[in-house]
């Protein structure tokens, strides 16, 4: 029998610019040596602000299609909308796919597609500023991931350094609300694949192809109060799917536009 | 601090028509009294089955139009199709959306947007038939519920009684891989609304309205294993969520299309 473990770890300070995120989690962990194959669940806030991924908005001249959008979605939203912020939204954007009823459908640079192109108003630290995505949330989870192994000692080379996941929060089609999904990901499968694999009876698994990575994200925020400081959650029990290497991050989730059947 | 733990329960036997899933789920729960304010999680082709929502494909004639549709997805999957499951899986839809490489997008009669209508070919018991969703996987989660209730003994009033939320395993718009989300549920707030409410810095959490049961869903999937017989998980710690009515069930998840911004 499979069981999962998902706990936040209290206590990590808000993130300020430069801030060394590894350092701050690694006292959260079970003992001095990592406990093999946990995945260590952190929303992108926190990485971004490490990071500096935030835009103070008094710097932000927004264009006259920001301008414009701003109204349109004020208009539509029946509340205002900040054209600074649409600018800050545009710049993270490689396309807008819809504007409507006060929100932007952006596929961003890094090719996910949710609203605002990921910047975050409500979580930034200081009013005025705006907390976008990380630039690359693949590669701030294998950095993390290799200061965490540095601070926690090797394990020994048996068991894999904890893996480290970086969500956000994202809307779906279809369905009201919101889940998290994995953005960044470093040691962990993102898919497992058991399509053509037998269930017990023997019969193919004929379409199961498992998001392991976004369940295991929304798992996380499940252990996580929103309206308290706890943007880690250490989960047990996903040892099945945590590698030593850092594998294809959460880009391998990404589905590309024209292979989309769900539209 | 809050936390999450998902563990399957073994020993469910291969559910037949007619079976009581309550009495065969109650056993391993904790204790003789319902431990307060758990979520059990239960794959929906355990209901189907024990609801007989199961087609024979002996019994089913293709139409002109599944034999025409099974053709093209044959064509374009490159494998054989089964006009008579498709005929089943229109038999199941409101609207087909698609139709391509090899997969039928639907509404289905319930208004949920997933792959070839639910229909599930791979975890029917026997060849030659195929796993419905539940007719009304709301009412039936209710009714598991109420089966519960009365096996377990009431827990006095101050606890409310296990909720109890069916899952299926959805493929996702923009995105690789599938996720399990609630089809039905009986006793479990579906969506936890901090829209307008503030985080811990006083900021307002303006686009942040949690899709909980299909956060607790995918969750509830990675502690089961998908080769084993595990149907049915227990969760806790979502007592927070877990309420003395049934509450307005996985239909209330459900985005009407003219108000869907994610297509």
Known sequence: MASLSARGIGGIPEVRPGD?????IAPGLDGPAPQGAQVIAIAHTAVSKAESAVVALDDVTPSE?????AADLAA???????????????????EVMRAERGVLICRTRHGFVCANAGV???????????????????ASARRIRARLRELMGDSGGDRPAPAVLISDTFGRAWRHGQTDVA????????LDDWRGRTDASGLTLRATWLAVADAAA????????KDSREPVVVIDGLERYVTHDDGPGAAALLRSPDEDLFR
């Open 20 to 24: 060394d995120l590894a350092a701050l």
């Open 65 to 69: 299609r920001a301008r414009e959008l």
């Open 76 to 94: 539509s939203a029946g509340e205002d909308r900040d054209p600074r912020v649409v600018q800050v939204v545009l710049d993270e954007s490689s």
């Open 120 to 138: 975050d108003v409500s979580n930034a630290s200081a009013a005025d500023t705006v907390v976008l995505l990380p630039r690359d949330p693949d």
């Open 183 to 190: 953005v960044g990901l470093a040691g962990m499968q993102p």
């Open 218 to 225: 929304a798992a996380a925020d499940l252990a996580r109060m």
